[in-house]
């Protein structure tokens, strides 16, 4: 059956305001209309709120209503007096923050950043030549990456850039190209940027324990397959006298010396620290000075570097005194020098000139 009209019919008003038959010309009823601007306007005075009634947000009824007013203003990052969601162009960020329109467009034209920009629409000469094609100059550089774009962001890991461009020293888990590993990676594996030139580091090698001749041999397999580095000369294994803190001691277990010269993109600290790897590997204990081992890695120069560093001395400091180290080096490289020092021929004549 069809519902009666009376059924379907609006329930009652509901109770009038109980103030307005004091009011009358307000006209209210639940709740006050809004005094307009058009309506004070059209009516050509504004009205006082005696005349009206109370405000809106005052009026009884609404004071009854639980929760919040149904327009309130949502306290966003989007800013005061918005209100609805922006179109997708107008929102920018992950807060959907507002960008906001620029608002008194000629009053900031006049001056600031857009200044330089207004004169060139116009087509005025901009005051300060040199600044009026700021950021646009053909040999400016590409701009740099945003934060997001940059590696950072992206999780590398800059420790092993850094290594691998032979700043730090690697972890100290062996010498060999395939026994140093970046987290998990070998270090052979990447590709090398950062040092234009390799330099040339001669390392001087020397033992007076156990295996001296396998063990030196196994050292510059050892020193040719450190990554970024290549082995360029290798000169005759030599044996001498041991020199002790007391002297050339005869007694003492002779030392078979020997050096190499390497080219390295390696950090000199770098190649110290695998210098360090590959003794250890080979049984090297740190002990006495001058005491007797089973290997013996020292840098003896790096290029034309110069170190004073406690950790490294560059050119090592006592080279130049040792005719183990430059009879070798002599040998591979007739022309040699030792950076502050001069050169190595000249240096084994006045030690063997001052015996
Ligand atoms: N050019 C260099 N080559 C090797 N080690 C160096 C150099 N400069 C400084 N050092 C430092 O010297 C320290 C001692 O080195 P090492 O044990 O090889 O000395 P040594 O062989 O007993 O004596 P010497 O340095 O006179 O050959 C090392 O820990 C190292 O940091
Ligand atoms: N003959 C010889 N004597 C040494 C050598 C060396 O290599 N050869 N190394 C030393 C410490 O580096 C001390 N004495």
């Not at 209503?65 to 179109?87: F, I, L, Q, S």
């Not at 207004?118 to 701009?143: I, Q």
């Not at 030196?216 to 050892?222: G, I, N, Q, S, Y």
């Not at 020292?298 to 080279?319: E, K, Q, T």
């Amino acid at each position: 059956m069809r519902p009666s009209l009376a059924a379907t019919s609006r329930p009652p008003s509901p109770a009038r305001c109980p103030r307005e038959t004091e009011r009358g010309p307000c006209g209210c009823t639940t709740s006050p209309p809004p005094a307009t601007h058009s309506a004070s306007r059209r009516s050509g005075r504004t009205r006082t709120r005696r005349e009206h009634g109370p405000r809106r947000r005052d009026h009884p009824h609404r004071r009854a209503r639980v929760g919040p007013p149904r327009r309130v203003r949502r306290r966003t990052c989007a800013g005061a007096g918005v209100r609805r969601r922006p179109h997708v162009a107008d929102r920018h960020g992950p807060c959907r923050r507002i960008r906001r329109r620029r608002r008194h467009g000629p009053l900031r034209r006049t001056g600031g950043a857009d200044r330089g920009a207004r004169r060139h629409r116009s087509g005025e000469p901009a005051r300060d030549p040199r600044r009026a094609d700021r950021g646009r100059r053909a040999d400016r550089s590409p701009r740099r990456a945003s934060r997001r774009h940059r590696p950072q962001a992206l999780g590398a890991d800059h420790g092993a850039v850094r290594r691998r461009l032979g700043h730090d020293p690697p972890h100290a888990t062996g010498p060999s190209r395939r026994a140093v590993r970046v987290r998990g990676r070998a270090v052979s594996d990447v590709a090398v940027e950062g040092r234009p030139r390799p330099a040339i580091a001669v390392v001087a090698l020397g033992a007076n324990l156990g295996d001296r001749e396998a063990t030196l041999e196994a050292a510059l397999t050892d020193l040719a397959a450190l990554p970024l580095t290549d082995r360029v000369r290798t000169s005759a294994v030599m044996e001498t006298v041991a020199v002790t803190t007391s002297g050339p001691d005869a007694e003492a277990p002779r030392y078979l010396n020997a050096v190499a010269l390497v080219a390295t993109r390696l950090a000199p600290s770098v190649l110290l620290a695998y210098l360090h790897q590959i003794e250890a590997r080979h049984g090297r204990e740190r002990g006495e000075r001058w005491a007797d081992r089973t290997l013996d890695l020292d840098l003896v120069s790096y290029g034309a570097v110069v170190s004073n560093d406690a950790r490294l001395i560059l050119p090592h400091p006592r080279a130049a005194e040792r005719e183990f180290v430059l009879a070798p080096w002599h040998e591979v490289d007739p022309d040699a020098e030792l950076p502050g020092a001069g050169r190595v021929a000249d240096l084994i004549a006045d030690l063997r000139g001052a015996r």
